[in-house]
């Protein structure tokens, strides 16, 4: 339900804040004192476009924010499934700047107007005398038969059952296509695998190759730089290690005078031994380094065979090579032996047909059971409301081969005529906006007691009746307001007197820019403001009276 409607800088409106009851609301007003702009600034934060033009001032940002309390909605796979925070009290913003850019909100985290205007449809149901869309919408009236039929529990089970249905068939189709496409493909993949197959691939190889390629090119300057190195080191007339040997026996000699000259002598000794296992290494690499073409001509093979079918694969290492030879033999076993896993699964869809249909056809029995019912409340409450020759017929059809859909297998039309003799057909065609009008408030109080609808919003529903058959729409209204909120802009007192709530529309005239004011009446006031709706702006006691007796003061 809507609790709280704030509206800043929108047409006629600088600042409103209104808060709503539960119940009943009625929100009178004269012609044009601005009922419609407070509809139009509700349809914001239901997402509906909004131009800057309408501001009520165009240096300002027009701020529309509701807060509605939705536990009861069963709405959380909603907020689940579009990243929203979920709260009981939720509140929606709708933000539009002097230029026109627009922002919404849901509970302060930013969403299209896509999002807004689900959440919005789902939250609140504005319904005029021209808005025959949803009373004509298979969804609707299908909506309308399971409520009747109370198989909420066995619905959510079979749409349940029904996407896990619909996921398992669809992963059918793409096993389908790829082992087709497997299996005529499977010569090349075959061919591609044993290529890559005979190669032996190992992963850090190409790094390794190269580095020896490297070497052996340019062998015969390290095997040279070697020999100078270990001349130098060793073997030299003035070498580094004897010089470093001599001036090590100098030290030896000293050390018994200090001890820091010991300490010196230690150090250089080990730096000896350092010098002499370089050496030694030095010698061994000088030993082993010989110019091997035959061995470059192996190793340069080698590389080119990698580098060939890197380019050929359209990759830069052998890690990549070996995950396409991975994919590859995926792809031969999928050709091979893709069909035992598409006629498994093929038999798990059936079982889950099979377990749909028995659900759908339990389904069917309930909604084909509850049409006669439904006929009959819906005629019965028309006849209150002045139409005693309305006539409803629910015609009941299956899908095509009975074909499983989201919602079972179930086809559902609402027949109408609201006059005597004539023949039944679809709703909008044979139904006057006000009969229409009658036609869904009767449909919805009867909803109403069976599921949690959204809030209704009825504008000028009273359009086209009067006496007896206005004071029975109102006690209609006031009968579906005990199971959800229902707010109607009326002008009728029948209607008006029915409310828990009251609201006045008004323009205030008193500063020097004309604004639309909206305020809660008191007991006093709503029976001035009925007594005037009855009689005129200056209602006599006859009309208080009269106002009283509605009102039932």
Not at 59 to 75: A, D, N, R, Y
Not at 245 to 251: G, S, T, V
Not at 510 to 535: H, P, W
């Amino acid at each position: 339900m809507l609790q709280q409607l704030t509206i800043n800088n929108y047409a006629l409106i600088n600042n409103l804040d209104i808060n709503f009851d539960a119940g009943l609301n009625i929100i009178t007003g004269e012609t044009g004192a601005g009922k419609s702009i407070i509809l139009g600034a509700l349809s914001l934060i239901l997402g509906q476009r909004a131009e800057s033009k309408y501001f009520f001032n165009q240096q300002k940002k027009c701020v529309i924010e509701g807060t509605f309390k939705i536990g009861s909605f069963h709405l959380k796979a909603f907020f689940e499934d579009n990243d929203l925070d979920y709260e009981t009290d939720t509140v929606l913003r709708r933000e539009i700047s002097a230029d026109g850019k627009s922002r919404a909100f849901v509970n302060d985290t930013p969403v299209n107007l896509a999002t807004l205007k689900l959440l919005g449809e789902q939250l609140i149901d504005i319904h005029s005398q021209q808005a025959t869309r949803e009373i004509n919408d298979p969804a609707f009236q299908l909506l309308v038969v399971d409520g009747v039929a109370k198989h909420q529990p066995l619905l959510t089970q079979y749409q349940s059952d029904f996407r896990a249905f619909k996921k398992a068939t669809n992963k059918l189709q793409q096993l389908i296509a790829d082992s087709d496409k497997a299996k005529a493909d499977l010569d090349y993949f075959q061919f591609q695998f044993e290529e890559l197959e005979k190669v032996s691939l190992i992963e850090n190889e190409q790094d390794e190759l190269e580095q020896e390629l490297y070497t052996l090119n340019n062998a015969e300057e390290i095997k040279r730089n070697l020999t100078a190195a270990l001349y130098l080191i060793k073997d030299g007339e003035s070498a580094a290690a004897l010089q470093i040997k001599e001036a090590n026996q100098q030290l030896a000699s000293l050390e018994k005078f200090n001890p820091a000259i010991a300490e010196l002598h230690e150090r250089l000794s080990s730096a000896l031994i350092e010098l002499k296992d370089i050496a030694g290494e030095i010698e061994q690499l000088e030993d082993a380094t010989q110019t091997n073409e035959a061995r470059a001509n192996e190793v340069n093979a080698r590389l080119s065979l990698i580098y060939n079918l890197q380019k050929k694969h359209r990759v830069n290492t052998n890690a990549e090579l070996l995950a396409i030879q991975e994919e590859l033999s995926v792809k031969i076993q999928q050709a091979m032996f893709g069909d035992e896993e598409i006629s498994s699964l093929q038999e798990q869809i059936e079982l889950q047909k099979a377990d749909l249909e028995k659900l759908a056809a339990q389904l069917s029995a309930n909604r084909v059971d509850a049409l006669p019912d439904i006929e009959q409340q819906v005629m019965d409450t028309l006849a209150e409301m002045g139409m005693g020759n309305a006539q409803l017929k629910i015609e009941h059809s299956y899908t095509t081969n009975k074909e499983l859909t989201k919602n079972g297998t179930d086809q559902i039309k609402f027949m109408f005529t609201a006059n005597k003799g004539h023949n039944l057909a679809e709703m909008s065609k044979v139904a006057s906006g006000g009969e229409l009008s009658r036609l869904m408030l009767s449909i919805k109080s009867i909803i109403a007691r069976y599921t949690a609808l959204p809030t209704i919003i009825f504008d000028e529903i009273d359009t086209g009746v009067s006496g007896e058959v206005a004071n029975k729409v109102g006690i209609i209204m006031e009968r579906l307001a005990q199971n959800l909120q229902v707010m109607t802009i009326t002008h009728l007192p029948q209607i008006a007197s029915k409310g828990k709530s009251h609201y006045f529309v008004y323009k205030d005239n008193t500063s020097d820019v004309t604004q639309t004011q909206i305020k809660q009446l008191t007991n006093d006031e709503r029976i001035v403001e009925i007594a005037k709706m009855l009689s005129g702006d200056k209602p006599g006691e006859s009309a208080l009276q009269n106002a009283k007796d509605l009102l039932e003061i």
